[in-house]
């Protein structure tokens, strides 16, 4: 089974920008592994903030945006809000199966 | 608006067979994936397995000997079966459109002796 692998924690100012990354074992992560991105907050279920690479949801925040960079996905947050402390996973396609990465921690401080 | 309920038992003794429910309502079974996605106390996020709305399953490989998704499109319902747990399954568990940003409440399911 391919490994997903994540930043296991970020640390970004409030008003700040940071990009996570999401790289895969296999090789370079392309549009065909259909990259999601979620948050999940403490005690919450997941949410859905990116889907196939560059996608957003309509309550998605304007200041999330998907891409491919450098071989991996790429989760960038410009303008980070103090409710943006949370823990994001990258979700990849493998022909038929999906593999999470292990998640990284932000925290906005 | 589309919303998922789930259900379950939240106990289980090692080597049951664990068993959830998941029931659509506001929306159609039709043209979309409905997964199941877990997350183990102090660990990520688990993508379990999805089954299509013409019924053809996806299952992660290391759990594959063990899960089975159905679903009964008239009840507009999906289930998660998982047999012969042990504590290593004790997670909260997730039903989802997560395409669709739809998600359930989570049920946690606890393997203990």
């Known amino acids: 089974q391919a490994v997903v692998t994540q930043e296991p924690s970020l640390t970004v100012s409030p008003g700040g920008s940071v990009t996570l990354t999401c790289g895969s074992s296999t090789g370079a992560v392309t549009s065909g592994h259909y990259p999601y991105w979620f948050r999940q907050k403490p005690g919450q279920a997941p949410r859905t903030l990116i889907y196939?690479?560059?996608n957003k949801h309509s309550w998605t925040p304007a200041r999330f945006s998907g891409s491919l960079l450098g071989g991996k996905a790429a989760l960038t947050l410009s303008g980070a809000q103090p409710e943006d402390e949370a823990e994001y996973y990258c979700l990849l396609f493998y022909s038929g199966a999906r593999v999470f990465g292990g998640g990284t921690k932000l925290t906005v401080l | 608006q589309v919303q998922l309920q789930q259900w379950g038992a939240g106990l289980l003794k090692p080597s049951e067979t664990l068993s959830l429910t998941c029931a659509v309502y506001?929306?159609?079974?039709?043209?979309?994936?409905w997964s199941w996605i877990r997350r183990p106390p102090g660990k990520g996020l688990e993508w379990i397995g999805e089954?299509?709305?013409?019924?053809?399953?996806y299952y992660s490989p290391s759990l594959k000997s063990r899960v089975t998704i159905s679903l009964d499109t008239s009840k507009n319902q999906f289930s998660l079966k998982l047999s012969s747990v042990t504590a290593a399954d004790t997670a909260i568990y997730y039903c989802?459109?997560?395409?669709?940003?739809?998600w359930g409440q989570g049920t946690l399911v606890t393997v203990s002796s």
């Open positions: 196939d690479t560059t």
């Open positions: 989802a459109r997560y395409g669709g940003d739809y």
């Open positions: 089954i299509s709305h013409s019924g053809s399953t």
């Open positions: 506001g929306g159609s079974f039709s043209g979309y994936y």
